[in-house]
């Protein structure tokens, strides 16, 4: 991913009522934080967010936090956040430290178009490996549920290999997810992708 700086980034994330500045500080108690008992969900790297943004607005019911490390791609995103949504939260985090921020509180994450590592020697830096799926073990409050996209077939390759070797059951995989069931709601990069003809990639996978 190319990333273009946003020169005015500190101000923009240090004057939003969204960005979480101590994320950690709510470990255990994030329903707390939303003043509410709805389900939670997070996307691991959410990019410019358009994702995470419309979930959020378009299901109320539901708590939506989204994760990020960029401070640049977390600038954009806030700046594309309407007022008055009150289930979304978004941080500034890198994937390593998850198990830092949450607690047996998550009801499903996303994986949306994650860094692929296609180096052999990088792949335990895929969202998908086991050194991340013992992290998100210990978030979930009760069945675990994972739903990832990518275009790259030879992370979703690896990535059904290791879900299933980590005991989830492949509830639901496509190997072109516009072509048998377009989602309501897109990423920026399945957007490009997608407009080029390319497939995009899709499991959903559960952990009881």
Not at 75 to 87: E, V
Request: aromatic share 12%; hydrophobic share 35%; glycine share 2%.
């Amino acid at each position: 991913m190319r990333l273009r700086n946003v020169k005015n980034k500190e101000e923009i994330m240090n004057n939003s009522n969204y960005l979480v500045k101590n994320p950690s500080n709510n470990k255990g108690k994030w329903n707390k934080f939303f003043n509410n008992n709805k389900p939670i969900y997070v996307e691991i790297g959410m990019g410019k967010g358009k994702f995470i943004i419309e979930h959020a607005k378009m299901y109320p019911e539901i708590n939506f936090i989204g994760i990020e490390k960029y401070d640049s791609v977390v600038a954009r995103s806030l700046q594309k956040i309407p007022d008055n949504l009150n289930n979304l939260a978004i941080l500034r985090a890198d994937a390593l430290d998850i198990d830092d921020i949450f607690d047996k509180e998550i009801d499903k994450i996303y994986l949306n178009f994650s860094d692929p590592w296609p180096k052999k020697r990088h792949h335990l830096r895929r969202l998908s490996s086991k050194v991340f799926l013992d992290k998100y073990d210990n978030l979930f409050k009760n069945q675990k549920v994972i739903e990832m996209r990518t275009d790259n077939r030879d992370l979703f390759q690896y990535s059904l290999v290791s879900f299933s070797s980590h005991g989830y059951i492949l509830e639901e995989v496509t190997l072109d997810l516009h072509s048998d069931n377009m989602p309501l709601i897109t990423t920026e990069y399945e957007d490009r992708f997608s407009k080029n003809n390319m497939p995009i990639y899709y499991v959903r996978c559960i952990k009881k």
